[in-house]
């Protein structure tokens, strides 16, 4: 039998991960050996609902590792069983050097002894610290305040609303529609350099770049596509989650052609929530806003170092969310949150109901 995630499942529901509550813990860089402690860990908090199958094959979590692809932190019991976990990661920014802080599982018998506020500092510290890291990136779901909380302490700040990126949770206070999530950022590393800004977000970017801890000279971008050349984009999909993303490193005259062929293709599969990250890099950035919001499409927010170069999130959503299910943590986040609720009912309005 391959040793592939149906193989660890069966052989991780044979033997559940159980560990002793009265022993001290201890955190950790990952270190080889570690892999298995931590895919059981997976399997012990996600049955077999992650949809990530890599994280519940041992040799694929060291692999990651090794590659700088997944930084772990791991915390251990006295006699050296893993019961929580925490990583700094690579994941959909193109820019390698902005990486995702997250995957903070424990194990639930060890959930009272505050382990993840202690993963969530040593993962912005000694692991950051650790790595060529430039920026750290985190997206807290908004169903409850605990994760956006762990960002605002690490002096992380709120830029974008993702509206309806993940299916409804189950047991989530009875909210029927999709759950939205927040992108919080900070800046470990700046890199100044200029960004265009389309005229007709200002406003809204002017509010979320109040408390930016970078330095960037803003510029007003153009409301036409370029006159030549090719689109260059790159799609993610992710399945089980009604979600699709599009990267626009670089945008050309054919751009209309190609996001009419990528949107048409993710309906198809499926997908109920797009989304469009733009490149303020480049001055023709606000014609591809005008574009989306001509075709349904509205803002996100802004994000900085998303291609080295800062970017902007655009989306077009198909479904509600559950705006009364969504939890805050302060008044910016609020506010943020009224602003891009504005733009979705106004630029792209969803049937009552």
Same mark, same amino acid.
């Given at each position: ?13 044979? /033997?559940? +991960? ?22 059981? +860990? ?9 949809? #990530?199958?890599? *994280?519940?094959?041992? !040799? ?28 700094? *990661? ?7 050097? +902005? ?23 040593? #993962?912005? &510290? ?39 990126? $993940? ?10 529609? !999709? ?10 590393? /700046? ?10 977000? !200002? ?12 330095? !960037? ?14 689109? #260059? ?77 800062? &970017? ?24 943020? $949150? ?11 309005? +969803?049937?009552?109901?």
């Amino acid at each position: 039998m391959p040793e592939d995630k149906q193989y660890f499942v069966e052989r991780f529901a044979a /033997d559940p +991960l159980t560990a002793d509550v009265e022993q001290e813990v201890a955190l950790s860089l990952f270190a080889p050996g570690d892999e298995t402690g931590v895919a059981r +860990l997976y399997h012990a908090v996600y049955g077999d609902a992650y949809p #990530v199958e890599d *994280y519940y094959i041992p !040799r694929r979590i060291l692999e990651l590792n090794q590659e700088q692809q997944l930084s772990s932190v791991v915390c251990k019991t006295e006699d050296g069983v893993i019961v929580a976990h925490g990583a700094l *990661y690579r994941s959909s920014p193109p820019f390698a050097g +902005l990486l995702e802080v997250g995957q903070y599982l424990v194990l639930k018998s060890h959930r009272r002894r505050n382990i993840a506020e202690m993963i969530n500092t040593y #993962v912005h &510290g000694p692991l950051a610290e650790s790595l060529p890291v430039e920026g750290i990136y985190a997206e807290p779901v908004t169903n409850h305040i605990v994760t956006q909380l762990f960002g605002i302490q690490a002096n992380m700040a709120d830029y974008a609303v993702q509206l309806g990126l $993940l299916p409804p949770s189950q047991g989530w206070d009875g909210a029927s529609g !999709r759950m939205s999530c927040f992108l919080q950022f900070k800046t470990v590393r /700046d890199r100044p350099h200029r960004v265009h800004l389309p005229e007709r977000h !200002r406003d809204i970017l002017d509010f979320i770049l109040a408390d930016r801890d970078f330095q !960037r000279t803003f510029a007003e971008a153009s409301d036409t596509l370029p006159t030549g050349g090719q689109t #260059v984009h790159q799609v993610q999909v992710f399945p089980g989650t009604g979600t699709a993303r599009f990267q626009f490193p670089s945008l050309g005259a054919d751009f209309p052609r190609v996001l009419e062929g990528l949107e048409s293709e993710a309906l198809r599969e499926g997908c109920v929530t797009l989304q469009a990250f733009l490149n303020l890099g480049q001055t023709e950035v606000g014609g591809a806003v005008e574009r989306l919001c001509a075709d349904g499409w509205f803002l996100g927010g802004y994000l900085p170092r998303w291609f080295d170069s800062d &970017g902007l999130l655009m989306q077009k959503i198909l479904e509600r969310p559950d705006y009364a299910a969504i939890r805050l943590h302060n008044d910016k986040a609020r506010a943020l $949150l009224e602003r891009i609720r504005a733009e979705q009912e106004k630029t792209a309005p +969803l049937p009552q109901g």
